[in-house]
């Protein structure tokens, strides 16, 4: 088991035909194999997408602990819990048509999940919504254009949502 302690790590599974879909990105406190707790093999590859720092637990420590200690146990489940919560929403938001509307809700997910203003790669955003990059490059730009989000380098946010407004 691992725990992000610095950083953001991405998780691909790769398809068939060679590309790589985008699972999830766990950032610091997150946990990273979680879904490979009980398989023989993990079952995607963890890839730092910034300067990343693990801790690192073996799996028989981990779940040692766990029986261990029932308020740790308690804290994992709801954790998983919220993880699957997290998971869901974005597949109901991939479904999303127009594009736009799709985008301006992953945004106000991540508000709503209390996470910081977005600050990943474009590239890694379009990965996670289903949408070409260059789609997405030129929506944002539009969305800045119309007010509808705030872009300060790597930031994006929905408008209004900020401590610089």
Do not use: N
């Amino acid at each position: 088991m691992f725990r992000v302690v610095r950083g953001r790590v991405r998780l691909e599974r790769c398809l068939a035909d060679g590309r790589a879909v985008a699972i999830h990105t766990a950032r610091p406190g997150d946990l990273v194999a979680e879904g490979s707790l009980f398989a023989e093999r993990y079952h995607c590859d963890a890839i730092a997408e910034t300067a990343t720092a693990v801790e690192l637990e073996a799996r028989s420590t981990f779940l040692g602990r766990m029986a261990a200690e029932p308020e740790a146990l308690l804290r994992l489940c709801d954790w998983l819990s919220s993880r699957l919560r997290s998971a869901r929403l974005l597949l109901e938001i991939r479904t999303i048509r127009p594009v736009r509307e799709r985008v301006l809700a992953y945004l106000e997910m991540r508000d709503a999940l209390g996470h910081p203003p977005e600050e990943r790669p474009v590239r890694r955003i379009a990965d996670e919504l289903g949408i070409a990059p260059e789609t997405l490059y030129r929506l944002l730009a539009d969305l800045e254009a119309e007010g509808e989000i705030v872009r300060r380098g790597r930031s994006i946010r929905r408008a209004g949502r900020g401590p610089q407004e």
